[in-house]
């Protein structure tokens, strides 16, 4: 089975924080995902990636930067934390292909104070 | 550019009754058509995708799809709801001629199953 590891399940920081979400996937993927969740909105795209230092932006990246650095890990970062940025976040992974679906990490429920 | 509607915000059904969730897309080419459900506190989990073939799609936990390419539908259904199919869940489509692009969610459906 694909496994999608966010290392935080619930995380809680500051206004103006520099804050690091951190997923990694063990299937080999080539393609990885942030999106955020807000009720009433559904999934929205942040950043992603097809491949190692590559990045591209999605429907909501302003506040936002990635990094990923290695295949396994895709890296989210909120340079200066608000409060806005108060949310749901998932990682997802999938193997490069317009059939194949992506697979999904339990979520970091993210408060920012 | 693709979409994905979900029209109902909440369906409620009784138990052992058929259950169906409804989704409807717009892509420009043909469509990869994917559903999810999502329990409190968890990721999505992929149930099922149409591709191409069979217009009839049967995928995890007794859930099965139907794509009508006429309506641009492809609603999720089962035969008989359980009180544990009570969650979240959400349609995706790709443009299957854009190739490698993120999957387009729509909003969620939340389905309630009452014993």
């Known amino acids: 089975d694909v496994k999608v590891t966010q290392s935080s399940r619930y995380l809680v920081k500051r206004t103006g924080e520099k804050v690091f979400l951190e997923c990694v996937q063990d299937?080999?993927?080539?393609?990885m995902f942030w999106y955020r969740q807000d009720p009433g909105l559904g999934l929205r795209l942040i950043y992603f990636?097809?491949?190692?230092?590559?990045?591209e932006k999605g429907d909501i990246p302003e506040g936002y930067s990635v990094s990923r650095e290695k295949k396994e890990r895709f890296s989210l970062i909120l340079e200066s934390a608000s409060t806005n940025q108060t949310s749901m976040y998932l990682c997802?992974?999938?193997?490069?292909?317009?059939?194949?679906?992506?697979?999904f990490g339990d979520g970091t429920r993210l408060s920012i104070l | 550019a693709q979409s994905v509607a979900q029209p109902e915000d909440q369906v409620n059904v009784a138990e052992g009754n058929p259950l169906t969730v409804k989704c409807t897309y717009s892509?420009?080419?043909?469509?990869?058509l994917f559903w999810y459900v999502q329990y409190p506190n968890r990721g999505l989990q992929f149930l099922l995708k149409?591709?191409?073939?069979?217009?009839l799609v049967k995928g995890s936990y007794g859930f099965e799809a139907e794509f009508n390419k006429s309506q641009t539908s492809f609603h999720l259904k089962k035969p008989s709801a359980l009180v544990s199919d009570s969650a979240l869940y959400f349609c995706?489509?790709?443009?299957?001629?854009?190739?490698?692009?993120?999957?387009?969610f729509g909003k969620g459906t939340r389905l309630s199953v009452i014993a």
């Open positions: 892509v420009s080419g043909n469509p990869y």
């Open positions: 299937m080999d993927h080539e393609n």
């Open positions: 990636s097809y491949d190692v230092k590559m990045k």
């Open positions: 995706a489509v790709r443009d299957g001629s854009s190739g490698n692009t993120p999957l387009v």
């Open positions: 997802a992974s999938n193997r490069q292909g317009g059939n194949q679906p992506q697979h």
């Open positions: 149409y591709i191409t073939g069979d217009n």
